[in-house]
């Protein structure tokens, strides 16, 4: 199956904007869509069908595409945001595939 | 409002099967598009999605987990069922089932539930 790659960690000041990537060949196919997920908790899903959010979720968080990388954008982050960070997609092969996690930390 | 939640054994020996029950409420299972999927996260590490059921009751199955992973539903019971095969401690996560629609994006998840495998 196929694999989304993101970075492992990243850092942003508070207010600041920062960027989560996800790489991958499927996404040059298939919308990635995006989770949130706080110590001890189940994932919140933040971002879909590319750039559309769920009902509750700020309007801080936006999503994009580019070729093979999807973009999870937080501008102006809050200490709240703090949290790990997944990107999904599915594979034409009928999987669904997970990132690897990006582990985002608000200074 | 939509719910799942996980239940099933917290302890497993290894060979053993583990079943796993998702109950759902807030949607029905045959509705049109309607998908539940089962995921896990063992400690510290990324989620892998396992296996999901439509609406029809078409299943479909990780690759790499297929010969060990069975999905099932009871529409009546509206609960989805995971088993996985002859268990081994890289089995310990906490699974998850999640609601996906038209086999896209997870939209809401229970709260999980740990199982560890160990003798």
């Known amino acids: 199956s196929s694999e989304l790659t993101q970075d492992p960690a990243v850092s942003v000041a508070l207010g600041q904007t920062v960027r989560i990537t996800c790489q991958g060949d499927t996404l040059r196919l298939f919308d990635a869509s995006w989770y949130q997920q706080k110590p001890g908790q189940a994932p919140l899903f933040v971002i879909f069908?590319?750039?559309k959010r769920p009902s509750g979720v700020p309007d801080r968080f936006s999503g994009s595409r580019s070729g093979n990388t999807a973009s999870l954008i937080i501008t102006g982050a809050q200490a709240e945001d703090e949290a790990d960070y997944y990107c999904?997609?599915?594979?034409?092969?009928?999987?669904?595939?997970f990132g690897t996690g990006t582990k985002v930390t608000v200074l | 409002q939509v719910t799942l939640r996980e239940s099933g054994p917290a302890l497993v020996k290894p060979t053993q099967t583990l079943t796993l029950t998702c109950t759902v409420s807030g949607f029905p299972l045959t509705a049109s598009g309607m998908c539940v999927s089962w995921i896990r996260q063992p400690p510290g590490k990324a989620l892998e999605w396992l296996a999901l059921v439509d609406w029809d009751d078409d299943k479909y199955y990780n690759t790499s987990l297929k010969t060990r992973l069975t999905i099932s539903r009871d529409t009546s019971k509206n609960q989805v069922v995971l088993t996985l095969t002859n268990v081994d401690p890289v089995d310990t996560a906490t699974y998850y089932c999640a609601r996906n629609k038209n086999y896209d994006f997870f939209d809401s998840w229970g709260q999980g539930t740990l199982v560890t495998v160990s003798s």
């Open positions: 069908g590319r750039n």
């Open positions: 999904h997609s599915r594979d034409s092969g009928g999987d669904h595939v």
